[in-house]
């Protein structure tokens, strides 16, 4: 497995992603937070497993059914854009969704490619401080082989399909959309929506060559 840069949530997560032994078994409602974090991991956890026989194009096509169903894509491509978001094209906003989603994924593919006996534990649910237009922080951490931990805590919050992840914050405070936000921000000020749509299209491509 390779330590990289992990985007569009753990950009800068030095650390992969997975479980011990058997599937986790979490003690929550299916439709909870803690359940849709925990259901995603073991998908991740699978594909790494398999990570090598599947290749990169193997574990893109089974992360993506994994990623649209546990994250909001789309929502995450809007709080990136910023307040610039509400000038763009809606053809553009769809290919800049397209366009995000698949770079979501392909990081996933790129980065978890394989397990060497990291785990990770669901620690517990709550709401988002003040409120938070019904959010919810669900606390992991990632303990690897050597015992070292790191923290990873997941923002979900409710839309028209139930909750979805929105945001990851490594260490507990770095939030990755906030940094995705800062640097699509710049693009789109600077080449527009057609730029941002080639830059991650661009990342893609790198990440499959990989």
């Known amino acids: 497995m390779r330590v990289s840069p992990l985007i569009p949530f753990c950009s800068r997560l030095a650390?992969?992603?997975?479980?011990l032994a058997a599937p986790p078994v979490y003690a929550a409602d299916a439709?909870?937070?803690?359940?849709?974090?925990?259901?995603?991991?073991?998908?991740?956890?699978?594909?790494?497993?398999?990570?090598?026989?599947?290749?990169?194009?193997?574990?893109v096509k089974q992360l993506t059914p994994a990623l649209a169903t546990a994250f909001d894509l789309a929502a995450m491509t809007r709080i990136a854009a910023g307040a610039q978001w509400p000038t763009i094209k809606p053809e553009e906003q769809r290919q800049l969704v397209d366009s995000f989603s698949r770079f979501s994924v392909a990081s996933y593919a790129a980065n978890f490619d394989g397990w060497s006996g990291e785990r990770f534990e669901v620690l517990k649910e709550?709401?988002?401080?003040?409120?938070?237009?019904?959010g919810v922080i669900v606390e992991t951490k990632l303990v690897m082989k050597s015992g070292e931990e790191v923290q990873l805590n997941y923002l979900l919050r409710p839309g028209s399909g139930g909750l979805h992840i929105i945001d990851v914050f490594v260490h507990g405070t770095i939030s990755e959309l906030a940094a995705r936000r800062s640097e699509f921000s710049s693009v789109l000020a600077r080449d527009g929506a057609k730029g941002l749509h080639e830059m991650l299209d661009k990342r893609v491509a790198d990440l499959a060559a990989k």
């Open 31 to 59: 439709g909870s937070a803690s359940a849709i974090v925990g259901g995603f991991y073991n998908v991740l956890l699978d594909t790494m497993k398999k990570g090598p026989d599947l290749k990169f194009s193997g574990r």
């Open 15 to 19: 650390v992969i992603c997975a479980l």
């Open 126 to 134: 709550g709401p988002v401080p003040g409120g938070g237009n019904g």
